[in-house]
């Protein structure tokens, strides 16, 4: 802040790297058998399988084929509905949610821990559960539609889009409590001055939340969507495990695709092809998020 | 508390100066009052939609028997008995249960040892020696995040084929450390920032080796970072199916998740035996959740945002 040249070269906003310098001879030794282990595991984990993926994958014929299957297409159409909707509600009702969690009372904190359950809970297991809860009339939400309303529930996986619905809650109930945590802390981080500025000016309630707000958490905002966009690109489990794909793999998304086309289909190619196609969103999305982290100085 | 009490004297001395603002202090309080029946109402909701689906595993795992569901709001014998088939292996599906788990021990601890290792090293080396293009190998890193694990399951398969390392609980390891590390690497440098470097040159003119300045200043002064990280790490490795299901395949090697996935394969469903293994495996992270739940949101948010 001060006009002063910095004394201390490192101090520096958080997210930014200090600038490199020549190391002697014997540090350089220290700092490189430092690096080792990640080069080496950088090396053997993600560069010779991303390698040897795109090898697998680099005849143009497979993308030809892909084109041409009805299966493949369908499942772009339900990758694209389940991100785009699974990602935009959960943020949305965290963002939301967070302005309650901000409150001190002692059954706000209770609520934050019971609602934080469903992140500390294992995967496998939560969509397990999601899963025998829609099966059919002898599941938990049509037993209680029946005993509370007298509705006779749909079969859940009967359904193309019901099944994708299905798919889509579980994902968000898994995930939505560790973005409102995010949240949260970004609110915790605004300082109260500012409410009470926009509180002398009238901006109170709904307003409060779009003018004062919204617009300070707005980076914070993007850089959480767009990393949830890649996380939830690649979710596996829960079309794996809710819906399995039901019905006659109709709810499948590009994950389980490629991976049945992998290994029930005996055809690798196809399979990573099926997956390496979403890389022209993949690494625009990527590099946006790579500029805000370091732009806007985004702490997660 | 404070507060409503003093606007309500305001509002009463204002009643007797102008009846103008005794209306606006009735007007705040209506809306204080809104406010908190719709904290409330939200707060129900919530509560619902969080507990619908945990109450199901317990309903099902209380069942007593596996497949005819009577009542489905509630058993009509409730019971602990698959508790009890859980824990002493009493089903030919869950015969090697506590084998199971002890790999799923092993693949996280295994997991967070490597990732706070590899990934303590690597920062310390970019952040704190300030290595030459130190940032390009951390942005590498965090590049690893744009294919998303399960799009590279299908050549990890083959590379750890090639690598002799199938049915091998390290093969997973593997897996796990490799998508946990950039995140680790990250965390920790956004951390290290806030740690003075003139500690390390007050100890470099001490005479000190830098694997000393790592050993001895940067972990302990990491400490808080390195909670963060762990229990992420072991959360990843305790969440993660697609690797464990591919590259685990005997019946001895297996974690968990893999076995409990497996129920699906079988036509007379025990489902509530696989309720109640969902139970006993989820007890782990949610009791760690638990004992380090301060420390981990602050840790996994790193003290505030900035936006």
Redesign the interface.
């Known amino acids: 802040m001060s006009s002063v040249p910095s004394a201390?070269p490192?101090s520096?906003?958080?997210?930014?790297?200090?600038?490199?310098?020549?190391?002697q001879r014997s540090?350089?030794a220290?700092?490189?058998a430092?690096?080792a282990?990640?080069?080496v595991?950088?090396a053997?984990?993600?560069v010779?399988?991303?390698g040897?993926?795109l090898w697998?994958a680099r005849d143009p014929a497979l993308y030809a084929e892909l084109f041409a299957d009805q299966r493949y297409l369908r499942t772009v159409v339900n990758t694209v509905l389940f991100v785009g909707l699974g990602v935009n509600l959960m943020m949305f009702a965290a963002v939301l949610?967070s302005g309650?969690f901000v409150?001190r009372e002692w059954?706000?904190r209770a609520?934050l821990?019971?609602?934080?359950?469903?992140?500390?809970?294992?995967?496998?297991?939560?969509f397990?559960?999601?899963h025998?809860?829609l099966i059919g009339?002898?599941?938990?939400?049509?037993?209680?539609l029946?005993?509370l309303f007298g509705v006779e529930g749909p079969i859940w996986f009967n359904d193309r889009w019901l099944a994708l619905g299905c798919n889509i809650i579980a994902y968000v109930?898994k995930w939505m409590p560790?973005w409102t945590?995010?949240f949260v802390?970004?609110r915790?981080?605004?300082p109260q001055e500012i409410y009470e500025a926009a509180a002398v000016d009238g901006a109170t309630?709904a307003r409060r939340f779009l003018h004062v707000v919204f617009p300070?958490?707005?980076?914070?905002y993007l850089v959480c969507t767009l990393l949830a966009t890649?996380?939830t690109?690649?979710?596996?489990?829960t079309t794996?495990?809710v819906s399995?794909g039901a019905p006659a793999r109709s709810s499948e998304v590009?994950?389980t695709l490629?991976?049945h086309y992998?290994?029930d289909a005996a055809q690798?190619a196809l399979?990573?092809a099926a997956?390496?196609s979403?890389?022209p969103i993949?690494?625009p999305v990527?590099l946006v998020l790579?500029r805000r982290?370091q732009a806007?100085?985004?702490?997660? | 508390m404070s507060v409503a009490v003093a606007d309500v004297h305001a509002s009463r001395e204002g009643a007797t100066v102008s009846p103008l603002s005794a209306a606006r202090g009735r007007q705040a309080r209506r809306i204080r009052r809104w406010k908190a029946v719709g904290a409330g109402g939200i707060a129900v909701l919530l509560l619902i939609w969080t507990l619908v689906p945990l109450y199901n595993i317990f309903m099902v795992s209380l069942e007593s028997k596996g497949d005819v569901f009577t009542n489905t709001i509630w058993p009509d014998q409730p019971s602990l008995g698959s508790f009890w088939i859980v824990i002493t292996e009493g089903y030919w599906y869950l015969e090697h249960f506590w084998e199971q788990f002890a790999n799923s021990v092993y693949i996280g601890v295994g997991t967070v040892f490597f990732t706070l290792a590899i990934g303590s090293l690597a920062s310390f080396a970019i952040g704190r020696m300030r290595v030459r293009y130190g940032w390009l190998l951390s942005n590498a890193a965090l590049m690893t995040y744009v294919i998303p694990a399960s799009f590279l399951a299908i050549p990890f398969y083959r590379i750890m084929q090639i690598y002799g390392l199938t049915d091998n609980l390290w093969s997973v390891i593997a897996a796990e450390v490799t998508f946990a590390t950039p995140y680790a690497i990250f965390i920790f440098h956004q951390y290290g920032v806030s740690i003075p470097i003139e500690l390390d040159e007050a100890a470099r003119i001490d005479g000190a080796s830098p694997g000393q300045v790592y050993w001895k200043i940067y972990l302990p002064l990491m400490a808080p970072a390195l909670v963060a990280v762990g229990t992420y790490a072991l959360l990843l490795a305790w969440n993660e199916y697609l690797y464990q299901f591919l590259l685990l395949s005997s019946k001895e090697s297996m974690s968990v998740p893999v076995a409990l996935a497996q129920f699906f394969n079988s036509d007379e469903a025990p489902w509530n035996y696989m309720m109640a293994t969902a139970i006993v495996y989820s007890i782990p992270p949610v009791a760690i959740y638990y004992a380090f739940r301060r420390r981990m949101s602050a840790g996994l948010t790193m003290g505030g945002v900035k936006g």
């Open positions: 201390h490192l520096l906003n958080p997210g930014e790297y200090p600038p490199g310098r020549r190391l540090e350089l220290w700092a490189l430092f690096l282990p990640y080069l595991v950088f053997a984990f993600v010779y399988p991303v040897h993926g697998i949610l309650l409150r059954w706000v609520l821990a019971v609602y934080l359950t469903c992140w500390a809970l294992p995967a496998v297991p939560a397990v559960s999601f025998w809860m009339e002898q599941g938990l939400v049509n037993g209680l029946r005993e109930w560790f945590v995010v802390a970004g915790m981080a605004i309630g300070i958490l707005a980076n914070l890649l996380w690109v690649g979710d596996f489990n794996y495990l399995i590009l994950a490629g991976f992998a290994f690798p399979g990573i997956t390496m979403a890389l993949l690494v990527a790579m982290l806007g100085g985004v702490q997660l």
